[in-house]
């Protein structure tokens, strides 16, 4: 089992830029498809971005791709999400997830088996 806690969130103003990092214990992410999730009140949690198990590819929803960017870094045990030119709608609670099965990163919720608690983005206008 591995277990995920997020860092990084807070409040930013719009066109700023953030670093959301997500550790994880336990195991190590190498042997597993890493992603980013967010959820704004209200609404349905989303996928934002995707990265494999070597870095190889990486998936990004459309509607962020160009200002967003997922890294990893299976030594530290860490994956990042850099976010630039941000908006008031970007405004969610992010949550970094793991999927164990799978052979590339996928938008699809279920697929992902372990998830953190999440952290708190606020982009004021």
């Known amino acids: 089992q591995v277990q995920l806690v997020e860092s990084g969130g807070g409040l930013v103003q719009a066109g700023g830029s953030l670093r959301l990092s997500c550790a994880a214990s336990?195991?190590?992410?190498?042997?597993?498809?890493m992603a980013w999730f967010r959820q704004a009140p209200g609404k349905e949690r989303e996928f934002v971005a995707g990265i494999s198990r070597s870095a190889s590819i990486t998936t990004y929803s459309d509607s962020l791709k160009g200002r967003f960017t997922i890294s990893r870094d299976n030594a530290k045990n860490t994956v990042s999400l850099r976010m630039s030119s941000l908006k008031p709608e970007d405004t969610a609670v992010y949550y970094c997830?793991?999927?164990?099965?799978?052979?590339?990163?996928?938008?699809?919720?279920?697929?992902?088996?372990?998830w953190g608690q999440g952290t708190q983005v606020t982009v004021s206008s």
């Open positions: 997830a793991a999927d164990g099965r799978g052979l590339r990163p996928t938008i699809t919720l279920q697929q992902y088996d372990y």
């Open positions: 336990g195991r190590t992410i190498s042997s597993y498809i």
